[in-house]
């Protein structure tokens, strides 16, 4: 047996045995698994409802995930971040500060929308120029916005404590959620598809997140700690207002497609979108579960070289994932598993799945943000992308179709990439 040979068996060995490590890779394989459960489920989704059903839920998908991430308030960063970074003792009381600051603002915000119906006024931005009855997924809506926000909280910081067994429950459980929403469409259990698909979905996902967040109230004290209100806001704020801007960077171009005359082919954009978001799916996941470790190193050289390798590895990664999910759809289309009526979806498919590997690699850099307590970065980064996303949208979408949406999103990635990439290499090397 030669060296190399002997070393390498020896290197796999040590991982295979070191417990750390594979917890990461259980954690982050059902990860993967739950998050791209509405994904490798597609195929049955867009059997079992109609070309205009399927694409008027995934415009309401994209809206309810990106408004998600406002009603966050960004104070799942710095959630993560105190808790890798101060004693065990406070814990309690950052967990108590958070989901109040959480908590609160949002209750009192979705009543206020709802009672005074401002609700009504955004069903007008989303729909100005359509038919569709607002009414009929008014509440829905509201509700999936909040059940999402508060799912994504509570998985945070679990991930922030390493809570890899609970975790691991939660996601199995979180997988056979579409189980119940299939059967359903199969036996037309409700007349209206679209609504029954939210409410069932988001409703069981909910059930969910809220018996795990009250089993561990012991973790909780229900007060805000005015001392960690200084460096929540810190950190929260520049999150939240990018957030809101990130409507512009991430909804905008659903937004004027589904307003426009090519509003028919929103069912073959959202299927080419949710099939790309595999990668960020396997990325983010990746990036997510390391996160608090990363979070912990204080050498930043050590990191930053760290970063540069990790970079080739997930693009190598990434790229090999985005041939086979581009051979899987061609496939797909040829033996009829996806409806011949989506066959349009395959060309913007690989345009998206080489946009997405960009954004991938640009998030690599962008949680030094958090690192560096700098979070402003992005909230810099927003007010120069999101007017260039928006004038490219509200003209070339309307005149081109989901040709123009793909253009820009490829466009906001590589601008997303190389900002992020020098102005932290730049940061990290003034800081060494």
């Known amino acids: 047996m030669s060296f190399k040979r002997f070393a390498f068996r020896l290197y796999i060995k040590h991982y295979k045995n070191n417990a750390s490590v594979r917890s990461f890779f259980a ?33 309401l998908f994209f ?15 710095p959630h993560t971040k105190l808790l890798n970074q101060t004693l065990q003792d406070d814990h309690s009381k950052i967990n108590g500060t958070i989901f109040l600051l959480f908590l609160v603002p949002n209750l009192i ?28 997924y008014r509440y829905g809506l509201q509700f999936a916005v909040f059940a999402a926000a508060f799912n994504f909280m509570l998985n945070a910081w ?56 009250l089993s561990l109230q012991k973790e909780i004290h229900w007060k805000i700690e005015q001392k960690f209100l200084k460096p929540i806001f810190k950190i929260a704020f520049p999150i939240f207002l990018n957030a809101c801007l990130a409507i512009i960077l991430n909804f905008l171009d659903k937004l004027y497609l589904e307003n426009s005359s090519f509003h028919t082919q929103m069912p073959s954009y959202a299927l080419a979108t949710q099939l790309a978001s595999i990668i960020p799916i396997v ?17 930043l050289e050590h990191n930053f070289g760290h970063t540069l390798r990790t970079e080739k590895r997930l693009f190598a990664l990434l790229f090999v994932a985005g041939v086979g999910i581009w051979l899987g759809t061609w496939l797909g289309l ?3 598993i996806f409806p011949s009526s989506y066959h349009d979806a395959l060309w913007v498919l690989g345009i998206l799945l080489i946009a997405k590997i960009i954004e991938a690699l640009a998030q690599l850099y962008v949680r030094y943000t958090i690192l560096l307590e700098k979070t402003w970065l992005s909230l810099i980064y927003s007010l120069i992308a999101a007017p260039i996303a928006f004038f490219l949208n509200i003209y070339f979408v309307p005149l081109y179709g989901m040709s123009a949406c793909v253009m820009v999103i490829l466009i906001n990635s590589l601008i ?11 940061q990290v090397k003034k800081l060494i």
């Open 27 to 59: 954690l982050l394989s059902l990860d993967i698994l739950v998050k791209a459960g509405m994904v490798i489920l597609i195929p049955l989704y867009t059997q079992f409802m109609s070309r205009p059903d399927f694409g008027l839920f995934n415009y």
């Open 63 to 77: 809206y309810i995930s990106t408004v998600s991430l406002i009603a966050n308030l960004g104070i799942y960063v």
């Open 109 to 136: 915000i979705a009543t206020i929308f709802l009672g005074f119906r401002i609700d009504l006024w955004i069903a007008k931005a989303l729909f100005y120029k359509s038919n569709v009855n607002f009414e009929k």
């Open 158 to 213: 679990l991930l922030a404590t390493k809570k890899i067994k609970l975790i691991q429950k939660i996601q199995v459980f979180r997988f056979f959620v579409h189980i119940p929403v299939l059967l359903g469409l199969y036996f037309h259990w409700f007349n209206e598809p679209v609504s029954f698909r939210l409410w069932c979905f988001y409703g069981l996902d909910f059930i969910i997140t809220v018996i795990v967040f």
């Open 283 to 299: 990325s983010i996941s990746f990036l997510n579960v390391m996160l608090p470790d990363f979070l912990k190193v204080t050498d």
């Open 334 to 336: 040829i033996f009829q």
């Open 416 to 426: 997303t990439y190389f900002f992020f990439k020098a102005i932290i290499g730049w």
